[in-house]
Nanobody, 113 residues
Framework: QVQLVESGGGLVQAGGSLRLSCAHFGSISINTMGWYRQAPGKQRELVATVTSRGSTNYADSVKGRFTISRDNAKNTVYLEMNSLKPEDTAIYYC????????WGRGTQVTVSS
């Protein structure tokens, strides 16, 4: 019953920006939303999380460049990505945590030199 749908990925040159969105659908209450990413040959890693109260947490590699936000009325979480680097290239996954952990299918972000 719970679905997460990511959008906003694409190809951008280094130094550019992208804004990812994740809409969640379902009848459950979600406490924490987050973004994770996985590059080829690497493990999935945390990018950022935000609680329903607005508390945020970021990976050191994206602090100062990425901003996570949440619109509870719209059931949507965003990830604003600025000053993108080729190292940010990965599939970005949306996560929702309640009684269980739910995942979207991912959106590709590619940053060219």
């Amino acid at each position: 019953q719970v679905q997460l749908v990511e959008s906003g990925g694409g190809l951008v040159q280094a130094g550019g920006s992208l804004r990812l969105s994740c809409a969640h659908f379902g009848s459950i209450s979600i406490n924490t939303m987050g973004w994770y990413r996985q590059a080829p040959g690497k493990q999935r890693e945390l990018v950022a999380t935000v609680t329903s109260r607005g508390s945020t947490n970021y990976a050191d590699s994206v602090k100062g460049r990425f901003t996570i936000s949440r619109d509870n009325a719209k059931n949507t979480v965003y990830l604003e990505m600025n000053s993108l680097k080729p190292e940010d290239t990965a599939i970005y996954y949306c996560n929702a945590q309640s009684t269980y952990s739910y995942w979207g299918r991912g959106t590709q972000v590619t940053v060219s030199s």
